[in-house]
Nanobody, 117 residues
Framework: QVQLVESGGGLVQPGGSLRLSCAPS????????MGWYRQAPGKQRELVARITSGGTTNYADSVKGRFTISRDNAQNTVTLQMNSLKPEDTAVYYC???????????WGKGTPVTVSS
């Protein structure tokens, strides 16, 4: 069982920045891909950003140019740097992980992000 622990959510004003981190309970090298999803009230969970073990990234169109996902192999974490935040970025953000050779998705418990003045 893989556990993913998120941190870094909170309240921020529009235009501000937040940094989310996700720490897996296993070596990050065992994970083929890690990503961040979000779910706003009344909406479906959606992909925000994803990074593979090879460093390939992809982003939702709505966050391109504002969010950056990165892997820190030494710290065994994946980070989502969120800049120029907008009220529509308000959601619970979930860390996701996929193991090499395992089709299952693993999820963190989520961390709330609120963008409001």
């Amino acid at each position: 069982q893989v556990q993913l622990v998120e941190s870094g959510g909170g309240l921020v004003q529009p235009g501000g920045s937040l940094r989310l981190s996700c720490a897996p309970s296993i070596s990050i090298f065992s994970l083929y891909a890690m990503g961040w999803y979000r779910q706003a009230p009344g909406k479906q969970r959606e992909l925000v950003a994803r990074i593979t073990s090879g460093g390939t990234t992809n982003y939702a169109d709505s966050v391109k140019g504002r969010f950056t996902i990165s892997r820190d192999n030494a710290q065994n974490t994946v980070t989502l740097q969120m800049n120029s935040l907008k009220p529509e970025d308000t959601a619970v953000y979930y860390c996701n992980g996929v193991l090499h050779g395992d089709p299952r998705d693993y999820w963190g418990k989520g961390t709330p992000v609120t963008v409001s003045s």
